[in-house]
């Protein structure tokens, strides 16, 4: 169900519902000298950028699919019916929480990407913009994880995570495949803006 990122420090679990952060004490955790000294500073920034792109990566993905996903989006886009992870952190939560919710949104994000980008790859191979753009913040979102994982470990001991995953696009019509792609974006559209607001005051230096 996607491309999963290899992330050394958090082990991806595909389970049926979403799972909970593990509180671990002893050696789980690699050394934390694995994290960059300027982490929760990238950390900032790779939010921002994923925020500040989020509704032109939308905008574009639905000029690049055409009619009728071009005048019906409100319609066709609707992700009422498909799983995305629940965020229900906000300002007032405790940062460990916050992290945690973080990162199980950008696991999803990353492999949900990873469709979408093979989808459009084989629908629309000459659409080089989106695909570039999909590309992007698909390295961005990588990064991410790779920071998010790294503030765990180090500051909560917490080196697992259950994920849980949407579902994989492969063997649908290619109405569908533009469909679902549509709804994971404009649902991201909606729930980066709330993650950006929820995360950065927890990253600001102290």
Do not use: W
Request: net charge positive; charged share 20%.
């Amino acid at each position: 169900t996607g491309v999963v990122p290899f992330v050394a420090l958090l082990l991806l679990q595909r389970r049926p519902v979403a799972g909970r952060a593990l509180l671990v004490t002893g050696s789980g955790c690699p050394s934390h000298g694995l994290c960059r000294s300027n982490v929760q500073e990238q950390t900032r920034r790779q939010v921002a950028v994923l925020n500040a792109t989020a509704q032109e990566l939308f905008s574009l993905y639905l000029k690049c699919q055409g009619e009728p996903f071009s005048s019906e989006s409100d319609k066709l886009c609707n992700p009422a019916g498909i799983f995305f992870p629940a965020f229900r952190v906000n300002r007032t939560s405790e940062r460990k929480e916050v992290m945690v919710a973080m990162y199980k949104l950008f696991a999803f994000l990353n492999a949900s990407l990873g469709n979408i980008t093979r989808d459009q790859e084989e629908l629309n191979p000459m659409a080089k913009e989106l695909l570039e753009r999909l590309h992007n913040t698909t390295k961005t979102t990588r990064g991410l994880i790779s920071n998010l994982t790294c503030l765990l470990c180090k500051n909560y001991n917490i080196f697992q995570v259950d994920v849980r995953y949407g579902d994989s696009s492969r063997g649908k019509s290619a109405f569908k495949k533009k469909q679902q792609g549509c709804q994971v974006l404009r649902k991201y559209v909606q729930v980066i803006g709330q993650a950006a607001r929820v995360l950065l005051p927890h990253l600001s230096p102290s």
